[in-house]
């Protein structure tokens, strides 16, 4: 007999065939479910589109602007207040100045010499340079004012409080004046600031301050 390879390859498939039927033999064949079956349709209704919020959606941006505007208000306020406060001062003293210094008020700055000009360093911080004295170089007098432009500075000035300031410091020529030591103060502090600066306590006398015009608490 003639070896045929069709045939056994159809009895082979017929063969794997009747295999499968075998394994599957009792099982329910059902049918493919078609696409989309058993899901409910969407009912979208059409409604009016509300664009307007409510105040109420924007409380948080309301309070912002409300600060900002607050701070700024107070920012322009404050910083009006030191400066008539400061030029206030300045034209109050600009004659006793006068009296005992040829320039009053110069900038530091230009080579020209400038005369009555305050010289603002900040919003709460202003300066006067005086020179043209005998036996002195010159003074500088600082004025420091409080933060009244500073929102959060001021509401600290309850809980703190402060007050405004003014710093004279003088430069002496050396070669004119010999070295001296001298403290004008408050009684109050006094022996803090002797145990403070040594020199003070040990050459510095206590003086009667009547004859010379000066407050009473000194």
Request: glycine content about 8%; overall charge negative; proline content about 4%.
């Amino acid at each position: 007999r003639e070896h045929n390879p069709e045939l056994d390859k159809q009895w082979y498939q017929r063969r794997v065939r009747a295999i499968e039927d075998e394994d599957f033999e009792g099982v329910e064949t059902s049918e493919k479910p078609t696409p989309g079956a058993g899901k409910k349709e969407l009912n979208i209704i059409k409604g009016p589109i509300n664009m307007k919020g409510q105040w109420e959606d924007y409380y948080l941006e309301i309070i912002g602007l409300i600060g900002v505007f607050v701070y700024a208000l107070n920012f322009y306020t404050g910083k009006a207040i030191n400066n008539r406060l400061a030029n206030a001062w300045f034209d109050h003293h600009k004659k006793l100045l006068s009296e005992a210094f040829c320039i009053v008020g110069d900038d530091g700055v230009s080579k020209e010499i400038s005369d009555g000009i305050l010289v603002k360093e900040s919003e709460n911080k202003f300066v006067v340079w005086c020179t043209g004295r005998m036996g002195c170089e010159g003074i500088k007098i600082e004025i420091k004012l409080l933060r009244r432009q500073d929102l959060i500075s001021l509401i600290s000035q309850l809980f703190k409080p402060q007050s405004d300031t003014i710093t004279i410091t003088t430069y002496m020529a050396p070669e004119d004046m010999d070295s001296v030591v001298l403290a004008i103060m408050p009684k109050k502090g006094l022996k803090r600031l002797q145990q403070e600066v040594q020199d003070l306590a040990h050459f510095a006398t206590e003086r009667k301050i009547e004859s010379y015009d000066l407050p009473g608490t000194l």
